[in-house]
């Protein structure tokens, strides 16, 4: 994931012990996101690890758009069969 681009919409937060969501998400790049959640967790007397709130911003986002960090599909196709003859197909 890159941390240094914004994702659709921002990078958006939902702390569900306190039902917090920071506002003007559109304001904060990753990491000022981080301390938002750092500073927002040590206010309400909550594990507040910049780490901990790091691994979980990423998580959240990546729940949320699960089309951008889907894996390229690795289905295979059979290949068309071809004829003797590669002019004519017969």
Do not use: K
Not at 27 to 55: C, K, T, W
């Amino acid at each position: 994931m890159n941390r240094d681009a914004f994702p659709p919409d921002g990078w958006q937060f939902y702390e569900p012990r306190t039902e917090w969501a920071p506002q003007n998400v559109l304001n904060y790049g990753f990491y000022d996101m981080v301390n938002l959640i750092v500073q927002h967790r040590s206010a309400n007397r909550l594990p507040a690890s910049p780490e901990q709130a790091a691994a979980d911003l990423e998580a959240y986002t990546r729940a949320r758009l699960p089309q951008l960090f889907a894996t390229p599909s690795t289905t295979t196709y059979a290949q068309p069969r071809v004829s003797g003859c590669r002019t004519c197909g017969r």
